[in-house]
Structures are given as structure tokens and as C-alpha cells.
């Protein structure tokens, strides 16, 4: 499995010629979606759903097929019928060649006053890669690779530590991280690494990994 990194919250997974994207929004490349056989959605923001990319993206690959929770799906489904996938906490289904289990319900807090939106997360091949969304939801399943939200509105890094010590992956590759400068992430490679227990990771958008 091939890894590259895009901006922000989105990753692309390529295998024998297939490819799945999860959460190509606002803050990732324009063309992020394009060419995927399959899309991931965590969650509504606009950081991580951009719906005029994704129109895009089903419009230029009639194979093209999303999963999301309802409150994208929703956004979606009349123009495609047939191509996107309602999913939540405990499915299981195929993209793109892929086994994806979904894990979790809920956003993290941002503030007690701001409603909670739904938010899942994607086990990939039997924890081979894990992508959370916005949230620090355990799988309950041992994960290799980590994809950790390192730095939102919603966590702090004492935060960020402790999940990549629930979880216990091997490796952890930063996401959400269009809003962490340069300066800052010597710092936060620096803790997360000595303090973590697994060996934690940085791609740059376009650099790639073998897993």
C-alpha cells in the first residue's frame, strides 16, 4: 500500500493501480479527488467535505464512489444515485479493493456551546491504516498506521500524546496540520515522538510511503 500525503486531513491509498482518497475538503489540493476509484468523507466541515470538488470528481470518473455518513451523503446522493454510500459506527463494505471498517459517531468538543456534528472514522485492511477524522476515537482493533490529528481547536498536544498512547499504533503520520506553522512543528515532532511510545512520522503534501 502506498501513502501520499495531501494537505491537511487528506490521504490517497494506491494498491495494484487502485485508488481510495479520504477526506480531500477545502484545505487540500483542488484536485485531491480526481482519479480516486473510491472517497472517504469523515465528517460535514468544510476542511475535510468540499462538495463542489467532489461533484467534480464523481462528474469526470463515472467508476468513482463515495461513503460518508448521512449528513453528506445527503449532499450528494440525488445527482449520483447509486454512487454514494450512507455508512456509520460498526459497517464494513470494499472500496477500491480496500477492507474499511467504520469506527466512531461524534465530532470532537470544540466548545460545549457548538452542537456536535456525526463524525467516523476509516479502519483500512485490518488496521493497516487508520484515519480518525476529527476525533480521537480508539478502534478497539490494533492499527499499524496512525493518521493523528496533531493540531485543531478541538485538542491540545497533552491530548494528542495520550490518543497515540490508547491507540498504540506503530508508526503515527501527522494530519490536520494546514494550521500548524514551521515554527511550532519542532515542537510538536519533538513531544509527540519521546513521549508517544510509537515512532512518530511527518509527510510533506506529495511525499508518499510505503506501508
Keep these: 500500500m502506498r501513502l501520499t500525503k495531501k ?4 490521504v490517497r491509498l494506491e494498491r495494484d493501480g487502485r ?20 472517497v472517504l468523507v469523515t465528517h460535514e466541515h468544510p476542511d475535510h467535505f468540499d462538495e463542489g470538488r467532489l461533484r467534480a470528481a464523481l462528474e ?15 449532499q450528494l446522493s440525488a445527482a449520483f444515485p447509486g454512487r454514494v ?17 467504520v469506527h466512531g459517531e461524534l465530532h470532537a468538543v470544540i466548545h460545549p ?37 496533531v493540531m485543531a481547536p478541538w485538542n491540545k498536544i497533552s491530548e494528542v500524546i ?30 509527540i515522538g519521546a513521549l508517544g511510545g510509537a515512532e512518530h512520522l511527518r509527510l510533506a503534501p506529495g511525499a508518499t510511503a510505503e506501508l
Design 7 to 10: 494537505s491537511h486531513s487528506c
Design 19 to 38: 485508488a481510495l482518497v479520504i477526506d480531500p475538503g477545502g484545505f487540500s489540493e483542488e484536485d485531491a479527488a480526481l482519479g480516486a476509484e473510491a
Design 60 to 74: 469526470a470518473d463515472p467508476a468513482t464512489r463515495i461513503w460518508t455518513l448521512k449528513s453528506v451523503a445527503d
Design 85 to 101: 454510500h450512507t455508512v456509520g459506527h460498526g459497517d464494513t463494505f470494499t472500496a477500491a479493493g480496500f477492507e474499511v471498517q
Design 113 to 149: 456551546d457548538i452542537p456536535r456534528v456525526t463524525n467516523v472514522g476509516y479502519l483500512v485492511d485490518d488496521g493497516a491504516l487508520f484515519h480518525p477524522g476529527d476525533a480521537l476515537t480508539v478502534p478497539g482493533h490494533p492499527v499499524r498506521t496512525l493518521m493523528l490529528p
Design 162 to 191: 495520550d490518543y497515540v498512547r490508547e491507540v498504540r499504533p506503530e508508526r503515527a503520520y501527522d494530519i490536520h496540520d494546514a494550521l500548524l506553522t514551521d515554527l511550532a512543528r519542532p515542537i510538536y515532532d519533538r513531544q
